[in-house]
């Protein structure tokens, strides 16, 4: 595959955007033209060197007849995908504020596994988190294993119908009794009670860590869902499971992915800002 802005080319032709596409708000936009589609596409663009973010397909496409005249083609088999080319750094990873604002909660993941690599600087993100006195009472749970993330949504739904939580098993029935809505990566952050200020500690890390995972070009959504196995009467098992140091509890967790549809940021309130001069 090759990328340009502007203009795509795709098994030897060339396919040009129309105008609209290479002016205003869609100026930054490049196109990946690819026979692959779904979670392959995904993580083709993925290790395209720069990171897919916000996909949307393309329904048509312009192309340039015999007699040189611009016309629409419908759809076909292949995908032709939009990427907003945000600013990055040296290192290739999205700029800080363009993380903040570009952010959303995923609750719909595609299966694409997630890059040694990005788990890795995931890693080195939740180390990087500060906590308080420097403390560092945390203990942060990678969880990429299919059988792990089974029983644990097991006993999510198994605690939640003992509990009698109807609402929440609804909305699980719903997407089909996702509790990680299909992640193939859950961090689970485990803290020491014995400190005062650790709940805070565990919020500045599971930010972080969403933060870090938007510059990687993932998704995530923070949880706490998860709370309901390391509450119920079988809370020791899981957290063995997990392996919490003796004493730990869960804080927080985040699921990790490929988001499967767009999912918008929140509108701000600037309602909420209360400002002293």
Sequence with gaps: QKVYIGNTVCNDR??????????????????????MEGAALYTAAAQFGKRALMLVSILS??????????????????????????????????????????????????????????LEKLKEAALCAPTSLNLQQQRFCFITAPDILRTLTEGVIRVSEERGETDYLERLAQRDGKVFF???????????????????????????????AKALGLDSVIMAAPDRVFTGPRAQEYERLLGFPAGYRF?????????????RPHEHKRENMIELC
């Design 14 to 35: 060339l396919y040009r955007l129309p105008e609209s596409y290479r002016s205003g708000a869609w100026r930054d936009y490049g196109v990946l033209c690819s026979e």
């Design 61 to 118: 496409h312009l192309e340039v007849d015999a007699a040189g005249k611009e016309c629409i083609r419908p759809w076909t088999t292949r995908c032709f995908w939009h990427w907003r080319r945000w600013p990055r750094t040296a290192g290739g990873t999205m700029e800080v504020f363009e993380a903040l604002r570009t952010r959303a909660s995923v609750r719909d993941f595609l299966p694409a596994p997630i890059p040694a690599e990005a």
């Design 182 to 212: 299909g992640a193939p990566l859950v961090i689970v952050i485990a803290v020491n009670p014995e400190n005062n200020y650790i709940d805070v500690d565990a919020g500045i890390a599971v930010q972080s860590l969403a933060l870090a």
């Design 251 to 263: 804080a927080i967790a985040l699921a990790v992915g490929y988001a499967a549809r767009e999912f």
